[in-house]
C-alpha cells in the first residue's frame, strides 16, 4: 500500500499560491436544501482538518448556500490560512456597475476580508454583450483592490480567447473536466496551457458516480439519485453512453487503482489532474457530515504510467462526447442540471436588445449606437419571416472587443449578430447567408474557421471578401439573413 505525500501547490497568479486540490463548498447548498439549516460554526471548525492537511484552497460562491459564511467564520479565527475563491453569478442582463461593486462589497463582507482572493465570474448569454460590460467593471475594482485577481467559471475556448484578447486580466477558468466529460481536453485545456490561464477542473469524481460505490450495481432509479451533484452528473452519464459505459470506465479505473493500492476516485481525479493546463481539481466536500482528506491525500502517493493511460484511454473510447464546448450546459440544450432545464438557476432571460414595432409591420432591433442615428439603421429587421442583420462589427461601446485577433473579433461579431436575432424571435440556426468582410487578406483562413466553429451545423450560404472597413481597429465584419420557421 503506497502512503499520502504532501500536497503540491502551484502559483495561480503572483501572490496567489494555491493547494492543487482544491476543497470545493458546493455541497452546503444541497446540505441546506428544502429550508434545512446548518450550524455555521460546527461546518467552519470542519475546515479545520483540511487545512493541517496542506488543502488551504476553498472554493464557493454567492449561490453555494451559507458557504462564504462559513469560509468568513473560519478565516476571523485563522487569519491568513485558506485561500478563497468564490463566484459571482448574477442574473442575465445588464448589470449596472453599483450593483457589480455591491455584489463584490457583499461577498468580502460574508468572506470578513479586505480583498477577494480570486473572483470567478459567470456569464448565462453571450449574444448578450453586456456580459463583457460587466467583466471591466469588475476589472475596475480590481484596480480598486477588492478583488485580487479575476477568473471565469463556465466558460468556452471561444469566448477566453475573446477576453484575453480584448485584455481583461484573467487568471483562471473553472469548468467541468473528468473521465465522463471530456471536453476540455479537445480545446480549452490546451489554450490555457498556451496562454498561462489555469483551469480549475470541477466534477472529476462525477458527483459521486466515479466511485467503487457503483462498480457492479444494478442501474438506479434515475429519478431518486440523491444530491443535486449526483443528478446532475446522471444526465452527463445518460449523455455519455449510460450504465454500460459506466461500468467499463469504472472497471478500468479499478484495474488501474488496484495496481497503485488506491481509490477509483484517486485514479479518476489524477488522470485529470495531469491534464495539460490544469492548475487544479476541486473535490467537494460536506462540511460537519464527511470528509474525504485521507483518500484525497492519497492521489500525489503514485503516478499514472503509460499504461495506465493507455488502459483508461481505451474504456474512455467506448463513451459518446458530451456535446459542445465547456459551459454549454447551461447555455444549450440538451441541459446538463440537475432539473434538466435551468429552472432553479434563471426565471427569465432578457432579451439583449431593444426592439421597436412599426406600423408597417416591420420590427426594428436597436442597439442604441450614435451610428443607428446618424446613418438612419437598425442593427436588424425583421419583416415577417424574414430577418436581415446589419454589417456588424466587434464594437461593444467604445470599445474593440478581442483586440487585433481577428478570431476573437469574428466570434464577438456573430455574438451580435445572435443577440439581434434572440431579441427579434430568432436564432443563429435561422440564417441562410452570411457575409463576410476582412480587412486583411491574409486572416481569411482565422476568421473563416471562426465562422465555421459557430455555424458549422448550419451551413448557411456564405460570401468572404476583403475590404477596406470602417476604422483601422477593426479586422472584420460580417452581416446575416435569416428565415424564421413558423
Same mark, same amino acid.
Given at each position: 500500500?503506497?502512503?499520502?505525500?504532501?500536497?503540491?501547490?502551484?502559483?495561480?497568479?503572483?501572490?496567489?499560491?494555491?493547494?492543487?486540490?482544491?476543497?470545493?463548498?458546493?455541497?452546503?447548498?444541497?446540505?441546506?436544501?428544502?429550508?434545512?439549516?446548518?450550524?455555521?460554526?460546527?461546518?467552519?471548525?470542519?475546515?479545520?482538518?483540511?487545512?493541517?492537511?496542506?488543502?488551504?484552497?476553498?472554493?464557493?460562491?454567492?449561490?453555494?448556500?451559507?458557504?462564504?459564511?462559513?469560509?468568513?467564520?473560519?478565516?476571523?479565527?485563522?487569519?491568513?490560512?485558506?485561500?478563497?475563491?468564490?463566484?459571482?453569478?448574477?442574473?442575465?442582463?445588464?448589470?449596472?456597475?453599483?450593483?457589480?461593486?455591491?455584489?463584490?462589497?457583499?461577498?468580502?463582507?460574508?468572506?470578513?476580508?479586505?480583498?477577494?482572493?480570486?473572483?470567478?465570474?459567470?456569464?448565462?448569454?453571450?449574444?448578450?454583450?453586456?456580459?463583457?460590460?460587466?467583466?471591466?467593471?469588475?476589472?475596475?475594482?480590481?484596480?480598486?483592490?477588492?478583488?485580487?485577481?479575476?477568473?471565469?467559471?463556465?466558460?468556452?475556448?471561444?469566448?477566453?480567447?475573446?477576453?484575453?484578447?480584448?485584455?481583461?486580466?484573467?487568471?483562471?477558468?473553472?469548468? $467541468? &473536466? %473528468? =473521465?465522463? /466529460?471530456?471536453?476540455? @481536453?479537445?480545446?480549452?485545456?490546451?489554450?490555457?496551457?498556451?496562454?498561462? +490561464?489555469?483551469?480549475?477542473?470541477?466534477?472529476?469524481?462525477?458527483?459521486?458516480?466515479?466511485?467503487?460505490?457503483?462498480?457492479?450495481?444494478?442501474?438506479?432509479?434515475?429519478?431518486?439519485?440523491?444530491?443535486?451533484?449526483?443528478?446532475?452528473?446522471?444526465?452527463?452519464?445518460?449523455?455519455?453512453?449510460?450504465?454500460?459505459?459506466?461500468?467499463?470506465?469504472?472497471?478500468?479505473?479499478?484495474?488501474?487503482?488496484?495496481?497503485?493500492?488506491?481509490?477509483?476516485?484517486?485514479?479518476?481525479?489524477?488522470?485529470?489532474?495531469?491534464?495539460?493546463?490544469?492548475?487544479?481539481?476541486?473535490?467537494?466536500?460536506?462540511?460537519?457530515?464527511?470528509?474525504?482528506?485521507?483518500?484525497?491525500?492519497?492521489?500525489? $502517493? &503514485? %503516478? =499514472?504510467? /503509460?499504461?495506465?493511460? @493507455?488502459?483508461?484511454?481505451?474504456?474512455?473510447?467506448?463513451?459518446?462526447? +458530451?456535446?459542445?464546448?465547456?459551459?454549454?450546459?447551461?447555455?444549450?440544450?440538451?441541459?446538463?442540471?440537475?432539473?434538466?432545464?435551468?429552472?432553479?438557476?434563471?426565471?427569465?432571460?432578457?432579451?439583449?436588445?431593444?426592439?421597436?414595432?412599426?406600423?408597417?409591420?416591420?420590427?426594428?432591433?436597436?442597439?442604441?449606437?450614435?451610428?443607428?442615428?446618424?446613418?438612419?439603421?437598425?442593427?436588424?429587421?425583421?419583416?415577417?419571416?424574414?430577418?436581415?442583420?446589419?454589417?456588424?462589427?466587434?464594437?461593444?461601446?467604445?470599445?474593440?472587443?478581442?483586440?487585433?485577433?481577428?478570431?476573437?473579433?469574428?466570434?464577438?461579431?456573430?455574438?451580435?449578430?445572435?443577440?439581434?436575432?434572440?431579441?427579434?424571435?430568432?436564432?443563429?440556426?435561422?440564417?441562410?447567408?452570411?457575409?463576410?468582410?476582412?480587412?486583411?487578406?491574409?486572416?481569411?483562413?482565422?476568421?473563416?474557421?471562426?465562422?465555421?466553429?459557430?455555424?458549422?451545423?448550419?451551413?448557411?450560404?456564405?460570401?468572404?471578401?476583403?475590404?477596406?472597413?470602417?476604422?483601422?481597429?477593426?479586422?472584420?465584419?460580417?452581416?446575416?439573413?435569416?428565415?424564421?420557421?413558423?
Amino acid at each position: 500500500m503506497t502512503t499520502a505525500s504532501p500536497i503540491p501547490r502551484i502559483d495561480l497568479a503572483p501572490g496567489l499560491s494555491i493547494s492543487r486540490v482544491l476543497t470545493g463548498l458546493w455541497q452546503l447548498a444541497d446540505m441546506e436544501r428544502d429550508g434545512r439549516g446548518i450550524d455555521l460554526e460546527r461546518a467552519a471548525s470542519a475546515m479545520q482538518p483540511y487545512v493541517e492537511a496542506g488543502l488551504t484552497t476553498f472554493d464557493m460562491a454567492d449561490h453555494y448556500g451559507s458557504a462564504e459564511l462559513v469560509a468568513g467564520i473560519f478565516r476571523s479565527r485563522h487569519s491568513g490560512a485558506v485561500q478563497c475563491l468564490t463566484k459571482w453569478v448574477p442574473k442575465p442582463g445588464r448589470v449596472p456597475e453599483a450593483d457589480a461593486r455591491a455584489a463584490v462589497e457583499r461577498a468580502l463582507g460574508r468572506l470578513r476580508a479586505e480583498s477577494i482572493d480570486l473572483l470567478q465570474y459567470h456569464a448565462w448569454n453571450y449574444a448578450d454583450p453586456s456580459w463583457l460590460e460587466t467583466l471591466y467593471h469588475l476589472q475596475d475594482l480590481k484596480r480598486e483592490g477588492l478583488i485580487r485577481h479575476l477568473g471565469l467559471t463556465n466558460v468556452d475556448t471561444a469566448h477566453l480567447r475573446m477576453v484575453k484578447a480584448s485584455g481583461i486580466e484573467v487568471v483562471s477558468n473553472q469548468v $467541468s &473536466f %473528468s =473521465l465522463l /466529460d471530456q471536453r476540455a @481536453a479537445a480545446g480549452l485545456a490546451p489554450y490555457c496551457a498556451a496562454a498561462g +490561464i489555469g483551469l480549475l477542473a470541477y466534477g472529476t469524481v462525477a458527483g459521486g458516480w466515479l466511485t467503487e460505490r457503483w462498480l457492479g450495481q444494478p442501474e438506479p432509479d434515475w429519478e431518486q439519485t440523491g444530491t443535486w451533484s449526483m443528478m446532475k452528473y446522471g444526465r452527463f452519464l445518460r449523455v455519455a453512453g449510460g450504465w454500460q459505459a459506466l461500468q467499463r470506465l469504472l472497471g478500468a479505473a479499478r484495474q488501474v487503482g488496484d495496481r497503485h493500492g488506491v481509490s477509483i476516485a484517486n485514479i479518476a481525479t489524477r488522470y485529470i489532474l495531469d491534464q495539460p493546463g490544469v492548475a487544479g481539481v476541486i473535490v467537494g466536500a460536506r462540511l460537519g457530515e464527511r470528509a474525504h482528506v485521507d483518500d484525497t491525500l492519497r492521489l500525489f $502517493s &503514485f %503516478s =499514472l504510467s /503509460d499504461a495506465d493511460r @493507455a488502459e483508461l484511454g481505451e474504456a474512455l473510447r467506448t463513451l459518446q462526447p +458530451i456535446p459542445g464546448d465547456c459551459g454549454d450546459e447551461y447555455r444549450t440544450a440538451p441541459f446538463l442540471t440537475a432539473s434538466g432545464d435551468l429552472s432553479h438557476h434563471l426565471q427569465s432571460m432578457p432579451a439583449p436588445f431593444e426592439t421597436v414595432s412599426a406600423a408597417d409591420g416591420r420590427m426594428r432591433c436597436l442597439t442604441g449606437t450614435i451610428w443607428e442615428t446618424v446613418a438612419g439603421f437598425a442593427r436588424a429587421v425583421r419583416h415577417g419571416r424574414h430577418i436581415a442583420v446589419s454589417g456588424t462589427t466587434a464594437t461593444l461601446g467604445d470599445r474593440v472587443i478581442g483586440g487585433q485577433d481577428a478570431a476573437a473579433q469574428t466570434h464577438f461579431a456573430i455574438d451580435k449578430v445572435a443577440g439581434a436575432l434572440q431579441s427579434l424571435g430568432a436564432s443563429l440556426g435561422d440564417v441562410v447567408r452570411t457575409r463576410v468582410y476582412v480587412r486583411h487578406v491574409r486572416d481569411w483562413e482565422a476568421v473563416a474557421r471562426a465562422h465555421g466553429e459557430r455555424f458549422g451545423r448550419i451551413q448557411p450560404a456564405n460570401t468572404l471578401v476583403g475590404a477596406e472597413l470602417v476604422g483601422d481597429e477593426y479586422l472584420v465584419e460580417i452581416e446575416a439573413d435569416a428565415i424564421v420557421d413558423v
